[in-house]
């Protein structure tokens, strides 16, 4: 799943207050699925460790921080680069997974950091475990258009490769099935679940 809604500011910056009611409302929607929540893991960036704290908060389950899961880039991390220098290097990326930013990773270098990860988990957690891992949008679509042909993914997109900056909102769940090292999408970038009714600020 995606991280909640952040500053948009440059750094490692937390969740907006909407941010927080996205991340609250997701806690409070796997505490009350019928699977028991096996781990949770996270990216170390500010905004995805404010998110899976409250999921583990609601699901009493464990959170553990990996590197693999930080975004390709982050405003920021490149001194003194403007946020329109950040969009074209980030739109540059998309475009050409190979090339590698000034800081950062390229688009391939960082799905393959979270098929590692991903790979991983599926070889060393039991069977059948459900396990949320809190990530970022640009990682979660690198993984996906490396994973899967344009084909599939095209199911839940028409245009899934060109429109991939826009396709996971904040706090969406994307649900991977993983099975004899092939991986099946249950669900994409769902946000069925993000009804505030039930949240206090």
Not at 9 to 21: H, K, N, Q, Y
Not at 31 to 55: C, D, G, H
Not at 115 to 140: C, M, Q
Not at 145 to 158: A, D, G, K
Request: charged share 25%; aromatic share 8%.
């Amino acid at each position: 799943m995606r991280h909640g809604l952040k500053e948009r500011r440059i750094g490692d910056v937390p969740l907006t207050s909407e941010g927080a009611l996205q991340a609250e409302a997701t806690a409070l929607h796997f505490a009350r699925a019928a699977f028991p929540v096996a781990k949770i893991l996270t990216s170390p960036l500010r905004r995805a460790q404010e998110t899976a704290s409250r999921i583990a908060y609601h699901t009493q389950s464990p959170i553990t921080v990996d590197p693999r899961l930080r975004e390709r880039a982050n405003w920021g991390d490149c001194p003194d680069q403007s946020f329109e220098e950040f969009i074209a290097t980030w739109d540059r990326c998309t475009s050409d997974p190979d090339y590698i930013p000034p800081v950062g990773d390229s688009a391939k270098q960082a799905g393959e950091r979270l098929a590692s990860l991903l790979t991983e988990l599926a070889n060393e957690e039991p069977e059948n475990s459900d396990i949320i891992v809190v990530a970022h949008g640009g990682l979660i679509t690198d993984f996906l258009v490396q994973t899967f042909t344009e084909c599939e993914l095209n199911v839940w997109h028409s245009d899934f490769i060109a429109m991939q900056n826009q396709l996971i909102p904040e706090c969406s769940i994307t649900t991977l099935i993983h099975d004899q090292g092939k991986y099946t999408i249950k669900a994409f970038a769902s946000t069925e679940h993000l009804n505030f009714n039930d949240v206090e600020e």
